[in-house]
């Protein structure tokens, strides 16, 4: 059967501008408006748990910094992030990505005096500026992984552009104890709301920390 050559070049450049427009469009989606994820692990329980899926919101960053109290996916100080031309087409596009990112919550914020304290009843609480921070979101005060030599549980001072943070579940969760503080260059995105499963929809409001 003889091919159509005129038909078939025309075909083609269709083509190619359809999958060129779509990835453009999903790269400018993720990069200013912002993506899904699914949640891997335990380390934000109660508020998420395995399995469900989340909209990272990242238009937020051009306008209003991280706060306390933010639910926030970024990518671990421990990891390198490549540089090369095909790692960054999967970062922005999501196809084929690798990189590790974590998702916990924003404690301390620059310019703060933190400091995790353990009670005589074996209770830990987290002090921001020498005042205990009220948490209804984590698992338990006695539900904590025990401070030891060379974890990051102060008295400290927050740097300039970097966050203190840490999972809900602070008996299972590798988070600022352990690794210091996450630059700012480093955040992904801020979770909004929970979708699926159906049965657990909910929108993440902001946690009141009264003064």
């Known amino acids: 059967m003889k091919i159509d050559k005129k038909k078939f070049i025309a075909g083609l450049k269709e083509t190619v501008e359809t999958v060129v427009f779509v990835v453009v469009m999903v790269i400018i989606i993720r990069f200013f408006i912002g993506e899904i994820r699914w949640i891997p692990s335990a380390s934000m ?15 937020s960053r051009f306008y209003r910094a991280p706060e306390r109290g933010d639910i926030i996916v970024f990518y671990p100080p421990s990891e390198d992030i490549k540089t090369d031309i095909l790692s960054i087409f999967s970062r922005l596009t999501g196809f084929f990505c690798k990189d590790i990112a974590y998702i916990k919550r924003v404690i301390g914020v620059p310019g703060d005096k933190l400091e995790i304290k353990e009670h005589v009843n074996g209770d830990y609480e987290v002090y921001i500026n020498d005042k205990p921070l009220n948490e209804p979101y984590i698992m338990g005060a006695d539900d904590y992984i025990p401070c030891s030599d060379g974890m990051f549980c102060g008295p400290m001072t927050v740097p300039e552009g970097q966050y203190f943070m840490m999972g809900d579940n602070r008996g299972n969760s590798q988070d600022s104890r352990f690794w210091g503080f996450l630059p700012k260059e480093r955040v992904i995105g801020r979770a909004v709301f929970l979708f699926w ?15």
């Open 197 to 211: 499963p159906v049965t657990r929809i909910k929108y993440f409001k902001h946690p009141d920390y009264a003064d």
């Open 45 to 59: 329980h109660p508020t998420l748990i395995e399995g469900d899926r989340i909209f990272v919101e990242r238009f």
